[in-house]
């Protein structure tokens, strides 16, 4: 049975930092890409991150680079985003998934989710 199981979540003041862990079971965690989304209320998910398997090659939505860091600890099953200067925007529940398509962006070419985790940040 496969699980993510995201942690690191939330309430912080704007311009404070969170790292949010995602430990996975259930798979050959090396063998996927692993991404990161965020929901906020009546908003779509949103794609911030990903980081390849082996490799670690790592690609970011927009402007996410600026302010956010994703990583891979393949040793330990667990992948992390890091997200600095926190604004009240990024306020959102942040999940994590993993896919065997490296390139992957999209939600739907995501095969497996964790429960996410709530983010907010006040002003």
């Known amino acids: 049975q496969v699980q993510l199981v995201e942690s690191g979540g939330g309430l912080v003041q704007a311009g404070d930092s969170l790292r949010l862990s995602c430990v996975v079971s259930g798979l050959t965690f090396s063998s996927w890409t692993m991404g990161w989304f965020r929901q906020a209320p009546g908003k779509e998910r949103e794609f911030l991150a990903r980081i390849t398997g082996n490799a670690g090659s790592t690609y970011y939505a927009g402007s996410m680079k600026d302010r956010f860091t994703i990583s891979r600890d393949n040793a330990k099953n667990t992948a992390h985003l890091q997200m600095n200067i926190l604004k009240p925007e990024d306020t959102a529940v942040y999940y994590c998934?993993?896919?065997?398509?490296?390139?992957?962006?999209?939600?739907?070419?995501?095969?497996?989710w964790g429960q996410g985790t709530q983010v907010t940040v006040s002003s």
């Open positions: 998934a993993a896919t065997m398509v490296q390139a992957a962006r999209e939600s739907n070419r995501y095969i497996y």
